[in-house]
């Protein structure tokens, strides 16, 4: 079910008064029912989270690690995930059915997974078998809905992230000859043309026009790209980046490979939002960098690095809308509602999707 649809069917609003309540009440309150429900509770948090929510999660990290943890833990009764639509859907895929997965707030969706819905996938597929029969493997960022999980996973292929899609990639071409990666054609492109494959041998699915977008011929296409890509990550420039190396000439760039392939090109690192951390947790004092990617991330690196120069490498960025709308207010809701029920903003993958979209996710936990 597309988060537009389970919005209409689940529009229950925050209550006005948590919308009027002072930060204190409102952390004292978080602080009691995570003290309260111990074990019973779970809260990951991924690295684009405000720091007011950041604060209570019990683990934080990049799609993987969230993924990750989400399978691993058996014991908690209820998972409030502080992240964005498609993640707390793989949670509620990777874990059992007696726990429950909570969104605190419905609206907090990701624009890139809306870029590739199932019904323009089943046509892109339909035509692209046609074009080269069953040569392709489909691959799919694990930003995508649990429906496009289930398409891959149905079809052979796995989902990917941004700190294992070289590996992924290669996989997939033990398996066919061509891939087709969906819903991230920046990912995509970066990831292929790291492993060697040169960029005239892939090709663009454009879901609008319902064409293949292509030069030169089609037998020599490896890499199927799905034209969607993120709406905060392609806000960093070739310009951006002459722009740093005029006025920092000794900053290193480092970018998330969500980023245009021209830009990742000009970096000096690109990697997934843990890499990012970590890269710059390892640099010597004094070291300088200017990073390609969201926001609060970009803040919260400023703020523990005090002895490095840190910089956004476009001065004009906002953070990730979608991920904002994960707030201190709708987080404590949705905290106080669990032992009452809070079926409004409990995130269910049903069946056969939830276990066609496992296959494809369990591929990639175990390569
Ligand atoms: P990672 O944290 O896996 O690098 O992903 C970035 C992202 O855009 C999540 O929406
Ligand atoms: Fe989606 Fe981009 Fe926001 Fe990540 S940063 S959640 S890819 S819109």
Redesign the pocket.
Known sequence: MSILEQLQINNKQIPEHYLKMSTEELEDRAFNIKNKLGKRLFIPG???QKDEVIQFSDTTG???KLAQVAAENKEAEYIVFCG?HFMAETADILTTKQQKVYLPDMRAG?SMADMADIYQTDRAWGKLQQLFGDTIIPLTYV?STAAIKAFVGENGGATV???NAEKMVSWAFTQKERLLFLPDQHLGRNTAFQLGIPLENMAIWNPITNELEYEGSLEKIQVILWKGH?SVHENFTVNNVAEVREQFPEMKIIV?P?CRHEVVQLADYAG???YIIERIQNAPPNTSFAIGT?MNLVKRIIKEHKDKHIISLNQNMCP?LTMNRIDLPHFVWCLESLETGFESNQIIVEEPAASNARLALDRMLTI
């Open positions: 991924h690295h684009y990049d799609s993987l964005v990701c930003n992230t941004s700190s993120c998330h969500e997934s939002t843990n969201e990730c």
